[in-house]
Nanobody, 118 residues
Framework: QVQLVESGGDLVQAGGSLRLSCAAS????????MGWYRRAPGKERELVAT??????TNYADSMKGRFTISRDNANTVSLQMNSLKREDTAVYYC?????????????WGQGTQVTVSS
């Protein structure tokens, strides 16, 4: 069983920066993908960025160049967010998908609120 705990959400002015972190307890090893998703008010949850255990990354188009995902170690993933816009206001969720044998298991954190003011 894996538990994910996010931190770093805050109120920030447009143009500012925030760094989100997610720490996983439990077994994150082998083939796995950790990442961030977000849900803005009144919208569906959407991909922000993912990073695989081999270091390869994937970003949503609107985040490219502004957000950077990284893994500090096998169990910690961070999201550096720069040049924040009001439309980045959302609850940000940490996600982990882990391959055990031939089955993928998916885990979610509780979310951390990011609010960008004008």
């Amino acid at each position: 069983q894996v538990q994910l705990v996010e931190s770093g959400g805050d109120l920030v002015q447009a143009g500012g920066s925030l760094r989100l972190s997610c720490a996983a307890s439990g077994s994150i090893f082998g083939t796995n993908i950790m990442g961030w998703y977000r849900r803005a008010p009144g919208k569906e949850r959407e991909l922000v960025a993912t990073i695989r255990n081999d270091g390869s990354t994937n970003y949503a188009d609107s985040m490219k160049g502004r957000f950077t995902i990284s893994r500090d170690n096998a169990n910690t993933v961070s999201l550096q967010m720069n040049s924040l816009k009001r439309e980045d206001t959302a609850v940000y969720y940490c996600n982990a998908r882990v391959l055990y044998g031939t089955t993928w298991y998916t885990y979610w954190g509780q979310g951390t609120q990011v609010t960008v003011s004008s």
